[in-house]
């Protein structure tokens, strides 16, 4: 009996991946990656607040007269009154919002704009350095009496709040002319405008020196 011929070893076939199809696989996964971060980004929304009811001026919310709603506003989302930025003496309403209307931050207010009025006043004399946006003033008045001439200075107003100092531009601005926004009590508020009215000349003295202007 002849013998069993013994059976071929068959060689092996090296392991190959086409380039082409690595590529691809590439290309798959970071479209895949694109589209996820495309919809996690359109998906974003920020947390802010709705009027439960219509608020009227003057009316004093906090954040139980309020409804959190979740929206989608982008870039602009800091317009609108958000969740946690509400103090716990509430705000005050100083535009009207209807019932279910986001409250945009322009509509409401703190407590102290029912104790202060910001009023511009014009200032013909020179600043002294300390009078700057945050510094505390007394607005000083003198009225023009006969002949031009003006009277003794009295203190209109103590411990006015300086908001900002604009200085004049132009031909028209004179050398020293100056317009200052100031925060003021709203019982003083009419004897201020009585002052601007009766073109007073107005000054700032600054009520706390900073040290850096102190010296000994």
Do not use: C, H
């Not at 974003?44 to 003057?58: H, M, N, P």
């Not at 703190?110 to 014009?122: D, F, K, Q, T």
């Not at 009078?131 to 009277?151: H, K, L, M, P, Q």
């Not at 203190?155 to 200052?180: C, F, K």
């Amino acid at each position: 009996m002849p013998a069993t011929p013994a059976p071929t070893q068959r060689k092996k076939r090296a392991f190959w991946i086409d380039p082409r199809f690595v590529i691809g696989v590439v290309l798959v996964i970071a479209s895949i990656a694109g589209v996820l971060m495309v919809v996690a980004s359109a998906d974003s929304s920020a947390t802010v607040y709705a009027a439960r009811g219509a608020l009227s001026v003057g009316d004093r919310v906090t954040a139980s007269d309020l409804v959190e709603q979740s929206v989608r506003l982008g870039a602009v989302s800091d317009k609108y009154v958000g969740a946690d930025s509400i103090p716990a003496e509430g705000l005050v309403v100083t535009r009207s919002v209807a019932a279910g209307e986001l409250v945009p931050v322009a509509a409401v207010g703190n407590s102290a704009g029912e104790r202060l009025a910001p009023i511009v006043i014009s200032v013909n004399s020179g600043l002294p350095k300390a009078v700057a946006a945050g510094a505390t003033v007394d607005i000083w008045a003198s009225r023009e009496g006969d002949a031009g001439v003006f009277g003794p200075p009295t203190v209109l107003v103590p411990n006015a709040t300086v908001v900002r100092v604009v200085e004049a531009d132009g031909i028209i601005a004179g050398a020293q002319a100056m317009s200052v926004e100031v925060l003021v009590p709203r019982a003083r508020t009419a004897r201020i405008l009585e002052a601007i009215a009766n073109a007073d000349a107005l000054s700032l003295v600054p009520a706390n020196l900073p040290a850096n202007l102190v010296r000994g």
